[in-house]
């Protein structure tokens, strides 16, 4: 009877343990951010304490109307918005056709070459971006396309494949019986028939999670969309550094300005808050 | 399982598309700065083939050895760092049972967050003057201000804490699936014969757990290496060049300097380097997994 007091008792000493200490770690990692946005609803003279007396949507009716640190709202805001949403929702896009094909083409035809060619974009993954940086900018000057949505579009195409094609593989072969496709070959379908009317249905969770995370990454770039734009199309990224290494910067709308780039963010995040580890290991790791 | 292939050319045209894209914003860039890396090439100047000169020159450059230190200083101690606390927390993640999915939620946040946001936000945090760490941690403790970003080793043990806030959360979920995974019969095997915690962890959790965590260590591995934005809006590189990580250094030759073989040459010098950490890593990760 002692014996199983003492255990049951030592079970729940370690689990309330278990509570403190992930309690603790959520306080940690949710601190940053959620003392970092609430700048954004303070007045000036509250930003140095945690929490405020009073909270004001001020900051933002000024970023939108008036601008900040002396550019048009035009400028820090609404052209890089408007640039974010065009270039990483076509990209995306692009993406995730592209990708489809070539994984649906992987997981279901045997061809020579096929095990390189899933390499080959493991391989697209693991270069670090700086490498292909050089050329890029090279070319894009060469080629005129410097500060155009184009060149974005096509270098996000590129950075997003990996992921979308290793995802929407194993999507493809998890959950898509090959009997069904049989079936409607047999009936007569297309390939691409097939494709469009037998596995994309089935597919559709598979598409939304690769869909918002490739988004996600996109939305959050910032290496070539700093050096490959100049004044046109710029990212919302780039406005925030350009305007976050000013020396005085009125923290209140600069904080402002990350709340509304990081709203999207947040809510695509905890939508799929299950796969975003699995989407960055290239599925190496189950959601 | 296979289709039998009714049309021969399909699968090739379906990845046609792809390897459009690949072949000309990967692997001709590639092959092109390769070719420029033997040029003497830049925004202002132009004067041919130059053989090895470029590489030569940047052997000699105290610059790109520096790089090379901070970036492997950086790399090691984000590294260990992330991965003892993500180890831990996944440890203690597995315990969790009720509101799992709320500290799931909250750990992805992080590493979802963008990261030029994270570099401003912890610029903001460990300002010396009106920062909050200096004024709401130290301060209460009497002790001294510290300058964060200001002094050159503290500055990039900064920039190594935002990383680990950043993607610690990315270890342990990694690591978390990998616990979840282990049949739990084998612990409770073990409970019968008396072992006691640690022994349960070091003799069934931890070489169960091998090849997640060598998953998490080359993924980790594979993201440090691209480190850029959180360096930019932190420091921007300083103080002097103490986080000069290698993406940094190769994006001030190129953009800002306009060497431009000169960065194409650090880039082929950065992807044998990191060519052959993945080899050796792989070789070992197939030895682990496979014994």
Redesign the interface.
Known sequence: MMVIIMRKRRIKV??VA??V??IL??I???F??I??LLIAFKHEEDI?N?FATRYTIENFVKLLTEGALGEPPEAIIIRPLLNTVIISSTATVITL???L??A???A????KG?EA?SY??LG????????????????TTTLGLLDTHIILI??Y??FG?PLA?WMLRSFIMTSTP?EL??AA?IDGCS?IGALIHVVLPLLRPGMAVTFILTF?FN??E??FAS?LTATKAYTI?VS??KF??WLYIT?TE?AAL?FI??LP??I???LI??Y??SG??LG???A | MQLKRKNPPTPFLLILPLLAISLSLFVYPLIYGLYISFYKVGGYYDYGFCGLDNYIWLVNDASFWNSLRVTALFIIFSLIVEFIFGLLLAVVLDKITVGIGIFRTILVLPLATTPVVVGLMFRWMFDTSTGIVNNMFLKPLGLPRINWLGDPLLALITVGIVDIWEWTPFVALILLGGIKGIPSELYEAASVDGASGFSRFRYITWPLLTPSILVAVLFNFMRLIKTYDIVVMLTQGGPGEATWVISYYIYQTTARYMHISLGAAANQLLLVIVMIILNLYIMLYMSKQFR
């Open positions: 370690s689990d278990a509570y200490v992930v770690t959520s940690f990692f949710l940053p951010l003392y970092f140095l945690i056709v592209v990708s094909l070539a649906y083409s992987v279901r035809f045997n061809f096929k060619l080959f974009v697209q993954y693991m270069a670090p971006p700086i490498v292909a940086l050089v050329p890029l900018w090279h070319i096509w270098c195409t590129m494949i094609f090959v496709e049989e070959l390939r996600l939305w959050n910032f290496l050096t990224t925030i550094a976050g290494a923290w600069m990350c780039t990081l963010v947040i695509l995040a905890i808050q299950r975003i580890v960055l290991t190496a790791v189950r």
